[in-house]
């Protein structure tokens, strides 16, 4: 799933999320990361303690009243002979006392076989003695001090080394710590502190999505307000504005923008509107011209041939006086007809809401066809509805007669007219057999002036589509070259 594919809401809430478990993340390994610097600080603090106590135990033995032998390096072993053994166990840790040039004098665990590398310290390690100088931490006064370390099978091991001095502070021999760094209370104590804070992690997790949810919801409110209404935008209505109270200062601006946009649409719609009536009521003027004048020509050919050819004695007068007579009044009848179909087209139905039978009207309407090929098809015998007569009368004659006049010659024709209703809706359907609608014509059906016929001014179906839409209807069809054409007509019943 691509991230630029997720909506804003569920971003908004992954991000909150992702950023809780960081945090949580980064929390537990600081948390780690400060458990080892305290454990080696607490190993580092405490051998040097257990080395600063056994060096004052020993220097008290040393200079005692019990110790009756010279004190000198040879001694050592002699010295300590027995006392190394209370020492280290008073202290819990191994002693290793070697003289000053790192040969073994006395060792706690004197009754263990040692190899030849513990009986002697390596040169490595008496340089690391001799150049290393610390401050201690309980005395504050510098001391020789070298602490080896060293890993081996999962455990560490510490090894201090410093210098036994005598009361002259004249080093006697070499104290050696070897020091085993036990963990288990140290861990057990961090499982624990980690299980704690697992338990704490997982409640603000669990907090942190109910509060990622709710903030995410309300925050992408006010855009699913602002989305909505600009899907419902459109030029040709009155678009309500938005009203959006108590939101940040971003969707605040964005409201703003968009209330200024309804307005400026507004206008712009008005205009639009304005300029489009104005270049209809030019190109039905240009058409109504055109038309009058088709008849007009005829006329003034026929009064002026009438004029040169008249002659009271012509014993065929009258007949010419009929011809002539029969043009004018075709030639007339055809402006007449002209002067209809644009006045019926130019008059918008009313919304009469007649209650009617559709099925008894759209019946009364095919009763001035008397083609026997005009089937008619109702799904039951009443369907109620609110519509002006006249104008269903209208719709239903002008698709008829659209359907005869598409059949052409040589073919038997089939008009099929069905009524159904449907979810609170009448459907009318015209089907024929004609020739069809060509496809580069489908769009310019329902145009005004357009026809495809020798005759006609091409109102018929535009007025058609004028009322349908009037009744908040709308009418579709569907056309097969050489196969017929079926127009449907769907409105509401009320």
């Known amino acids: 799933m691509k ?24 929390i ?4 780690i990361y400060q458990y080892k610097e305290e454990q080696e600080e607490y190993h580092k603090g405490r051998l040097e303690r257990k080395e600063e106590n056994i060096q004052t135990h020993l220097k008290r033995y040393l200079n005692g009243r019990q110790n009756t032998w010279e004190i000198k390096t040879e001694n050592i072993p002699l010295i300590f002979k027995d006392e ?10 191994q002693i290793n006392l070697y003289d000053l040039d790192g040969g073994l004098l006395i060792s706690s665990q004197a009754s263990l076989q040692k190899s030849e590398a513990d009986m002697c310290l390596n040169a490595e390690t008496l340089n690391a003695i001799y150049n290393t100088i610390e401050i201690s931490k309980i005395s504050q006064s510098p001391q020789y001090r070298f602490v080896d370390k060293l890993k081996e099978n999962g455990e560490t091991f510490q090894s201090s080394y410093t210098f036994i001095l005598d009361q002259q502070s004249k080093a006697l021999a070499i104290l050696n710590l070897p020091y085993l760094e036990k963990d288990d209370f140290l861990t057990k104590e961090l499982q624990e502190f980690l299980k704690r804070i697992g338990f704490a992690f997982m409640l603000v997790l669990l907090t942190a999505i109910l509060i990622a949810f709710l903030l995410s919801k309300y925050i992408t409110k006010s855009l699913k307000k602002i989305s909505d209404k600009i899907n419902t935008t459109r030029l040709e209505k009155r678009n309500e504005k938005i009203d959006i109270d108590d939101t940040s200062e971003e969707i605040s601006t ?18 639009l509107a304005k300029s489009e009536r104005e270049q209809a009521w030019r190109e039905m003027a240009k058409q109504v011209a055109h038309e009058i004048k088709n008849p007009l020509t005829p006329m003034r050919l026929t009064v002026q041939n009438f004029q040169r050819k008249f002659n009271p004695d012509d014993e065929n007068i009258h007949l010419k006086l009929d011809e002539y007579s029969n043009t004018l009044i075709q030639q007339i009848d055809t402006m007449s007809s002209i002067a209809s179909a644009f006045s019926n087209f130019a008059k918008m139905p009313a919304q009469q809401n007649e209650t009617l039978n559709v099925v008894k009207i759209v019946k009364l309407a095919l009763d001035i066809f008397n083609e026997d090929y005009i089937v008619f098809v109702a799904q039951k015998e009443e369907i109620i509805v609110k519509f002006d007569r006249t104008q269903l009368i209208r719709v239903v004659t002008n698709l008829v007669k659209n359907a005869v006049q598409a059949i052409p010659v040589g073919r038997t024709p089939k008009i099929e007219i069905h009524v159904t209703e449907f979810n609170g809706l009448v459907e009318i359907t015209v089907a024929d057999n004609g020739s069809g609608v060509l496809e580069e014509n489908k769009d310019k059906v329902f145009e005004p002036k ?9 109102l018929g179906l535009a ?9 908040k209807g709308n009418i579709t069809f569907v056309s097969q070259k050489d196969q017929g054409t079926t127009f449907k007509v769907v409105f509401p019943k009320k």
């Open 28 to 31: 537990l390994s600081v948390a």
């Open 463 to 471: 007025m058609v589509k004028n009322i349908v839409e009037t009744y």
């Open 3 to 26: 991230l630029k594919k997720l909506s804003l809401r569920t971003r908004i809430f992954l991000t909150m999320i992702l950023l809780v478990l960081l945090a949580s993340v980064l």
């Open 84 to 93: 190394i053994y209370n020492i280290a166990d008073i202290h819990k840790l």
């Open 254 to 271: 964005l409201v703003n923008s968009y209330n200024s946009m309804i307005d400026e649409l507004e206008e712009s719609a008005v205009q």
């Open 450 to 458: 357009f026809t495809t016929k020798t005759s006609g001014m091409g």
